[in-house]
């Protein structure tokens, strides 16, 4: 096809699946298959392709993410992103409307919306096409996190008409989506999210946007920024007008003449919001006129003429039958209430933690008890109170374990920490859990070596612990149940692959207490290798940045137990990596921030980048008040302008050759 051809071609592709995605993501109304949705976008992708300078600003293959960013810059907001005063019960809500009526001289009428539990983000649109869309942050600057947005398929790249406005919404993760996304999560080791909106928020920080694409969310939008300058008189109108543009708005908006109704209206929601596919957290009372919205005014943190009604969480009752015990990595013991099962917040509740004795102890909860339970967030089940006055006497008061229920260790309680401990390394529930964390992601990350299959490990007797798994044959696994001779192979093939892993992540893999990622990090960059880091004293530890007393303690006591010199021992015979490059330090350019624009004469990109690096500088993709240093070359981009407003030293090419020289 000519390049005329493939231009036409490509704005009416581009429009079409851009409606497509419309009809399917906000409307929910899909005119075509998912086959035909597809050949149509594969159509799409092959023009690109042959044409990349045809890209469309609003082309959906933008959605599909795959650029890896260096950082998120900053952005201000042009208006401060507020908060909402909270209202917890009728009598606040009856108040605020009391209070506004004697500040307005009238009684307003007001607009109920749901309160959607995700993550605030400012949306701008210059003459119809999405330019940049940015977090809360601390209310007057937040990340610019536009890549990322692009990926939501209900976030419109282009509006009905070609408007330059500003929006406010939420992004947000369903239940569905999340549970899924955590069901995935667990079964490779990964850690999980705690609730959809942390899950919505990460997926949103991603430096990697394919990641961000991947995980299924979606925007509503409940604000109209200036809607007086266009030409909107009331916040309902707006709303209307942001629907007919394109964005994905709540149905449930309802508009009341008095605080009563609105009252009922809320609690009709109680229940039913539990059938949404999504988690509200509460419901935004907002007043409707946009003159009186200005009339009531602000204060610093948040608007005089809205208030969020937060929903009570939902409890329940339901009968201790039991207190389990759970041992983890590091010993600690923890008690579970094994609970009857009721429904709760949309999902069957049949256990919840009680963290430690002293949080049974402090409530009072015996075996046995009537207790009350609730979801903390709607999501994570919590023990409130135990219903004491229907107690019958058979209840019994429960005790903490003197024995590791695994093992038969006697178990231990230091003082000042709630937790009590088995203390026996070799302890088989400590042993399965360290190798569970020895697999995970931010460790060796070994694909296919998750709880499931180590279990099914320890049960054949084929490992004892984790250096075991490097002796692992294929004809071993086949035996196993639910291994077939693929995902023998598959799994034999990446435990090897990890010997080449840098220290730090066998370091973390270790399971070291109090050695997190990052002090294995600061730790391998330190030190180099593990022979050198083995030979390190207390003080010496305690000189890297950011190690401290606990840590450092922990390192010298743990890496001088005759179980860890073994383990280093048979893992070092196994050919696992101990090394890793220490931290270029001293550099000349230590701790300074560089960002390059437009095109270098005497190197490319990656040279200059190399360069400073080797330095011990650092290269980020955006300008921001951290940025010490602009390098410009030939037709620099706004990264140039941003730099003048934000007062970032610009150097030209010969100005950073004399620098990395200096
Ligand atoms: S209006 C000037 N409406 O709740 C304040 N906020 O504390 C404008 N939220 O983080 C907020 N759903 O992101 C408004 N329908 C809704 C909302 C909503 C969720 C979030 C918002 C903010 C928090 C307010």
Not at 227 to 234: F, L, S
Request: hydrophobic share 40%.
């Amino acid at each position: 096809m000519d390049r005329e051809k493939a231009a036409k071609r490509l704005a009416q592709l581009t429009e079409e699946i851009n409606r497509h995605d419309w009809l399917y993501h906000v409307k929910d109304q899909p005119e075509i298959s998912d086959a035909q949705y597809d050949q149509l976008m594969r159509e799409l992708r092959e023009l690109e392709e042959q044409y990349p300078e045809l890209v469309a600003p609003d082309s959906p293959s933008l959605r599909v993410g795959g650029r890896v960013l260096e950082g998120f810059a900053t952005v201000s907001h042009p208006t401060p992103m507020l908060s909402l005063d909270n209202a917890f019960d009728a009598e606040s809500l009856l108040q605020f409307d009391k209070r506004l009526e004697r500040l307005l001289g009238q009684r307003p009428t007001y607009v109920v919306e749901l309160k959607i539990d995700g993550l605030a983000v400012a949306l701008e649109y210059s003459d119809g096409i999405f330019s940049r869309g940015a977090t809360r942050g601390d209310g007057t600057t937040g990340e610019d996190i536009t890549e990322n947005l692009r990926t939501i398929r209900s976030l419109p790249l282009r509006l009905s008409s070609s408007e330059t406005i500003r929006v406010r919404g939420e992004a947000f993760m369903s239940r569905d989506a999340f549970e899924k996304l955590n069901a995935a999560r667990e079964q490779q080791g990964q850690p999980l999210f705690a609730n959809p909106r942390n899950a919505a928020a990460g997926s949103l920080r991603q430096l990697d946007t394919a990641v961000a694409a991947s995980r299924q969310l979606d925007i509503l939008v409940y604000a109209l920024e200036d809607a007086g300058d266009h030409g909107m008189t009331c916040h309902w109108q707006a709303l209307e007008w942001l629907e007919q543009l394109g964005f994905l708005v709540s149905p449930h908006r309802h508009r009341f003449d008095d605080m009563e109704k609105v009252i009922e209206h809320i609690e009709s929601w109680q229940q039913k919001r539990l059938e949404l596919p999504y988690a509200t957290d509460g419901m935004v009372i907002k007043v409707d006129s946009l003159d009186l919205q200005q009339k009531a005014g602000y204060t610093s943190k948040s608007p005089r003429w809205a208030v969020a009604w937060k929903f009570p969480a939902e409890q329940k009752q339901s009968k201790v039958i039991d207190i389990t015990l759970n041992v983890g990595r590091t010993g600690a013991i923890t008690p579970t209430a094994e609970l009857e099962p009721v429904q709760l917040a949309g999902t069957v509740v049949s256990r919840a933690s009680l963290h430690n004795e002293d949080y049974i102890k402090e409530k009072d909860i015996r075996i046995g008890d009537l207790v009350i339970v609730q979801k903390a967030g709607d999501i994570i089940p919590e023990i409130v109170a135990a219903v004491k006055d229907v107690r019958t006497g058979d209840e019994r008061i429960w005790q903490p374990p003197s024995q590791c229920p695994v093992c038969g260790s006697q178990t231990v309680r230091v003082e000042g920490e709630a937790v009590r401990r088995c203390p026996n390394p070799r302890c088989p529930a400590q042993v399965r859990e360290r190798v569970i964390h020895f697999a995970s992601r931010g460790a060796m990350d070994i694909e296919g070596l998750g709880p499931a299959v180590v279990d099914a490990l320890f049960r054949a007797e084929l490992i004892r612990d984790v250096a075991d798994l490097y002796k692992l044959q294929v004809e071993d696994l086949i035996p196993l149940e639910r291994i077939g001779e693929k995902s023998a192979a598959n799994l034999v093939s990446a435990i090897a692959d990890t010997k080449k892993q840098p220290l730090a992540r066998l370091l973390f893999g270790l399971g070291i207490r109090f050695v997190g990622a990052k002090a294995a990090r600061l730790l391998a960059e330190e030190f180099g290798s593990l022979n050198t880091l083995l030979q390190a004293s207390h003080e010496q530890l305690v000189a890297v940045p950011e190690i401290g007393d606990t840590i450092a303690s922990s390192v010298v006591r743990e890496l001088a137990s005759p179980e860890m010199q073994d383990l280093i021992n048979r893992l070092e015979e196994a050919g696992v990596n101990t090394t890793q490059p220490k931290k270029q330090t001293g550099g000349a350019l230590e701790g300074k921030t560089f960002v390059l624009t437009g095109t270098l004469d005497t190197f490319t990109r990656d040279e200059a980048k190399a360069l400073i690096e080797e330095q011990g500088g650092k290269v980020t993709g955006s300008v921001s008040a951290k940025t010490d240093y602009v390098v410009a070359g030939e037709n620099p981009g706004s990264k140039l302008d941003k730099a003048r407003d934000l007062g970032v030293t610009v150097l030209d090419e010969q100005e950073l050759v004399s620098l990395l020289r200096s």
